[in-house]
């Protein structure tokens, strides 16, 4: 089995800066494509950023340069630093992998986590 478990997500004000994390675990074979996106309510989930697997990154236009993505492949973990933090940014924040795992040998899988609450108020 093959979880991905998202952490790092609160209240923060306006300005401020938040660092969430996404840690895969279970029988993990090789991960692929790692990425982050955001479902505000009432509304679409979005893509915020990805990772490959050798490093190249893609981001949203409207984040660039406030959101940074990046990986720790020993850790089986992708970060998403948030600065300047808006109140539109207010999104629950969905880690997705692509995932080669001994439970499906040979098939790369998607996976997502539970989501974690980024709350932007004053």
């Known amino acids: 089995q093959v979880q991905l478990v998202e952490s790092g997500g609160g209240l923060v004000q306006p300005g401020g800066s938040l660092r969430l994390s996404c840690a895969a675990s279970?029988?993990?074979?090789?991960?692929?494509?790692m990425a982050w996106y955001r479902q505000a309510r009432g509304k679409q989930r979005e893509l915020v950023a990805h990772i490959t697997s050798g490093g190249s990154t893609n981001y949203v236009d409207s984040l660039k340069g406030r959101f940074t993505i990046s990986r720790d492949n020993a850790k089986n973990t992708v970060y998403l630093q948030a600065n300047s933090l808006k109140p539109e940014d207010t999104a629950v924040y969905y880690c997705?992998?692509?995932?080669?795992?001994?439970?499906?040998?040979?098939?790369?899988?998607?996976?997502w986590g539970q989501g974690t609450q980024v709350t932007v108020s004053s």
């Open positions: 279970g029988s993990i074979l090789s991960l692929g494509t």
């Open positions: 997705n992998a692509v995932i080669w795992s001994a439970v499906r040998p040979g098939i790369p899988t998607e996976y």
